[in-house]
């Protein structure tokens, strides 16, 4: 008479970041659901019950998962919440950076601070999740961090620049610390998304001209579900990728084959005729005639 086999993520907790929105949940669930212990963080406490309890559901009444409130911009916060996602196994074995996101805005209407406040938020918050995660991983003998990327990181998108800049900084990131990382048996990897259905992006996914410009250059024909992303995500944490690092895969309905849509229209509407007209004549705000 056999046992029951032991599931293949059992022993390990996991952390992640912006764990309450889609693509950070659905992680948490494919992970959990293999028998790790995880702890999810976001800024928002409401968001990250709810989001606890549809993990759960998700992954069965035995599954540990936790939840802690905190800004992945700040470096306490994150060293706070993955030494919660310590507590709660024998080794913190898994780590994965959720938190981004992008300004639609054309470039030269772009102020320094919005261009900080983008880098900050997509490749400062992947830093310090390896930052805080390294030692605990060093401390269990290894692990696997995994950053959410971009296809803008391949491809590039008008009224997106910098968006474009931060997800590269982010592959530049992955490749860098997977190299210097690897001989403490930690991989570091990414994976980029598409365009994907989340509460997000539900203004986008409610305008029928946008999706449809997008939908034309999806060669699968269709957007992205949070769970096409987390099964990305489960590979590269889990032990099936143990001889893979410093590798971005693109989950994004091969969107990378074709092109960004040109969405000249959605920023018109954002921002008027005459601050696209400077923008697309070459002129900033203030020079403005």
């Known amino acids: 008479m056999t046992g ?6 059992a022993g390990q907790a996991a952390f992640i970041t912006g764990g309450g929105g889609g693509i950070g949940a659905a992680s948490a669930t494919w992970l959990a ?7 999810i963080m976001g800024r928002t406490e409401a968001t990250l019950v709810k989001a606890r309890a549809a993990i759960v559901e998700a992954s069965g009444s035995a599954a540990t998962v936790e939840y802690v409130v905190g800004d992945a911009l700040d470096g306490a916060a994150v060293e706070a919440g993955l030494a919660t996602a310590a507590k709660l196994a024998e080794r913190v074995g ?3 950076s959720v938190v981004g996101g992008g300004l639609m805005k054309p470039l030269l209407m772009l102020e320094d601070g919005e261009v900080l406040e983008e880098l900050n938020k ?3 918050s992947a830093f ?3 930052r805080h995660a390294t030692p605990l991983m060093v401390d269990g003998g290894g692990g696997s961090i995994v950053l959410i990327s971009s296809d803008a990181a391949k491809i590039p998108w008008p009224f997106l620049t910098i968006y474009n800049t ?3 900084g982010v592959e530049g990131l992955v490749r860098g610390a997977a190299a210097e990382l690897a001989p403490l048996r930690i991989r570091v990897n990414a994976v980029r998304p598409g365009l994907v259905q989340t509460e997000a992006t539900t203004g986008l996914f409610s305008n029928t001209e946008v999706m449809a410009q997008f939908l ?4 699968l024909g269709r ?3 949070p769970d096409d992303i987390a099964a990305g995500v489960r590979f590269l944490a889990g032990p099936e990728s143990s001889w893979v690092t410093g590798q971005s895969i693109g989950i994004e309905g091969g969107a990378e084959l074709a092109k960004a849509p040109y969405l000249e229209n959605l920023v018109r509407k954002r921002f008027g005729d005459a601050a696209i007209d400077g923008a697309l004549a070459g002129r900033r705000p203030e020079a403005a005639p």
């Open 94 to 96: 898994m780590a994965v």
């Open 216 to 219: 034309e250059q999806k060669p």
């Open 166 to 168: 931060s997800k590269s």
């Open 223 to 225: 957007a992205g579900r």
């Open 122 to 124: 997509n490749i400062v």
């Open 33 to 39: 659901r293999d028998g790790a212990a995880v702890v």
């Open 4 to 9: 029951t086999p032991t599931k293949p993520l």
């Open 128 to 130: 310090l999740v390896i």
